[in-house]
């Protein structure tokens, strides 16, 4: 998993123990006492005698709550705390600063074990400890997803970070954490081929951040994938048009993205959307007339079209390009010289008008097909394609793109 999670790095000031008391019972005014000469195995064994004798006390769970936090039974210390608090209200100032004396210590900890020495796990433990003190503190939680992801345990990282979200749900930190998890596991849907659930997952992230435009790309992508195995025209037209409608906010805000342009036109020919379609397909070719796939889809569209000798002369250029059909020329002079014409052709052809008219390509792919020698000419940087068949040009025999550096 591969998402990039916002780590609280703030480290906080630890307040000052509240360690005074008023006390009558002897074991709390002993356990008060040991606590503040530091012995805390005492203090634990005195003050829990005390809640023993006195378990209304608020006080007594008060102290045995720092005891416990001293020595490190934080699940026992929180339980107490909360006692406490509930038992005497007047507590509140007094359990709250303590408390969160020993959260801070734990959450530094932990902050400083995964910071700076790397020991994820560890640090999860000190984070842990934390949330067994304060269980509504949402840093807590984050960095402990944090650590679970570096330890590979997305599962539990997506527990806590849907916790923390749960818990501060307008917290931007814990969002785009959630986010992050649902995308990477959209993403590990997507790989898989579950495109139902990758769209589950992707919506999800969404839901979060709606303008994480990456994975509005990828929720897109899901929707094509998922077309092309519905087992209905209706599923299929309904996944293509959630795949444009995502597209589309893809190209409002990166209105060159070649993938995301082809796609487009892929959908809208399945649609039966021809004039989009082709518009879309051409623009793809404008943008990178390199690739074979764009001249292929789009001589597809215009075989819809019943434009036929478009049509072909995209078909043509496809395969000339594609690197399992075509060979590069890497002499082009001597490929176009008239002695070597002659030799391909027994003639000149229409191979030396193109020459006079447009002069050297900047590029030359050739093939061959049904025993006939096909050539591709490129002029990348004026724009054009220009295709003979045995050194005669068709009638269409010319597309047309953005010129490109050579």
């Given amino acids: 998993m591969s998402v990039a999670l916002r780590f609280l790095l703030a480290v906080m000031v630890v307040g000052a123990l509240v360690v005074s008391g008023c006390a009558k019972n002897p074991h709390l005014a002993g356990g008060i006492l040991y ?6 195995e005492k203090a634990v064994r005195e003050l829990e005698t005390a809640v023993e004798q006195e378990p209304n006390n608020g006080l007594a769970h008060l ?7 001293e020595i490190g039974e934080t699940k026992k210390a929180g339980a107490e705390f909360d006692r406490a608090l509930e038992l005497d209200p007047k507590l509140a100032k007094d359990v709250d600063s303590n408390r969160k004396h020993y959260w801070v210590e734990h959450f530094n900890e932990g902050v400083r074990l995964s910071q700076e020495d ?37 599962e ?19 969002r785009r954490n959630l986010a992050g998890i649902y995308e990477d596991i959209g ?7 579950n495109y139902t659930e990758a769209i589950r997952f992707y919506q999800k992230a969404l839901n979060l951040e709606p303008d994480r435009i990456n994975c509005v790309f990828q929720l897109g992508i899901c929707y094509f994938q998922k077309a092309s195995s519905e087992t209905t025209e209706a599923l299929a037209r309904s996944d293509y048009e959630n795949a444009l409608e995502l597209y589309g906010r893809v190209l409002e805000q990166e209105p060159d993205e070649v993938d ?28 990178d007339p390199r690739v074979p796939e764009f001249h292929k889809i789009l001589g597809r569209a215009y075989a819809r079209a019943e434009l036929q000798e478009l049509a072909v002369t995209e078909l043509v250029i496809s395969k000339a390009l594609n690197p399992d059909r075509g060979r590069r020329m890497t002499d082009i002079d001597s490929w176009i010289s008239l002695e070597a014409v002659k030799a391909r052709y027994g003639d000149e052809g ?17 093939y061959e097909e049904s025993e006939s020698i ?10 054009t394609g220009v295709y003979f068949v045995n050194g005669k040009t068709p009638p269409e025999n010319r597309v047309s793109f953005l010129p490109k550096e050579r």
């Fill in 35 to 40: 606590l503040s000469q530091q012995n805390y």
């Fill in 350 to 366: 229409d191979v030396m008008k193109l020459l006079a008219e447009l002069g050297k390509p900047d590029e030359i792919y050739s």
């Fill in 63 to 69: 102290k045995l709550a720092m005891a416990y936090a």
């Fill in 156 to 174: 539990k990282a997506l527990e806590l970070f849907e916790k923390a979200a749960s818990l501060e749900p307008t917290d931007e930190t814990s």
């Fill in 260 to 287: 995301v342009i082809f796609n487009m036109g892929i959908a809208n020919l399945a649609l039966d959307n021809l004039d989009e379609a082709m518009n879309l397909l051409r623009r793809a070719v404008d943008i």
């Fill in 118 to 154: 790397k020991n994820f796990e560890e640090a999860a433990r000190e984070f842990e400890k934390a949330i067994d003190l304060d269980p509504e503190d949402v840093r807590a939680y984050t960095n402990l997803g944090f650590c679970y992801t570096q330890m590979g345990d997305h």
């Fill in 187 to 193: 993403k590990n849907h997507f790989k898989s081929g």
């Fill in 374 to 383: 096909v050539e591709v000419w490129f002029y990348w940087a004026k724009g």
